[in-house]
C-alpha cells in the first residue's frame, strides 16, 4: 500500500494502515508523531480519533479507538 509511494482514498485501506501502525509504538503521542511523517494528522475527539490528511488538513475520517 505504501511501499510503492502511492496515497489511496480508500478509508478502510488507511484505517488498516493506522492500526497496524499503532500496533508498533508504545504511546499515543509517537503514533501521532509517525503519522505525521506520512501525511496525516490524528486529533483525539469524544466520538475516537479524527483522521485529517496534511498539509491541508482535510478531515478524512473518524477511528473509533
Same mark, same amino acid.
Given at each position: 500500500?505504501?511501499?510503492?509511494?502511492? +496515497?489511496?482514498?480508500?478509508?478502510?485501506? *488507511?484505517?488498516?494502515? +493506522?492500526?497496524?501502525?499503532?500496533?508498533?509504538?508504545?504511546?499515543?503521542?509517537?503514533?501521532?508523531?509517525?503519522?505525521?511523517?506520512? #501525511?496525516?494528522? +490524528?486529533?483525539?475527539?469524544? #466520538?475516537? @480519533?479524527? *483522521?485529517?490528511?496534511?498539509?491541508?488538513?482535510? @478531515?478524512? #475520517?473518524?477511528?473509533? @479507538?
Amino acid at each position: 500500500m505504501f511501499a510503492d509511494n502511492t +496515497l489511496t482514498e480508500n478509508f478502510d485501506e *488507511i484505517t488498516a494502515f +493506522l492500526l497496524s501502525e499503532r500496533s508498533k509504538v508504545l504511546s499515543e503521542a509517537e503514533w501521532k508523531f509517525r503519522m505525521r511523517g506520512y #501525511g496525516y494528522n +490524528l486529533r483525539r475527539t469524544d #466520538g475516537g @480519533v479524527e *483522521i485529517a490528511r496534511l498539509p491541508q488538513n482535510r @478531515v478524512l #475520517g473518524t477511528l473509533a @479507538v
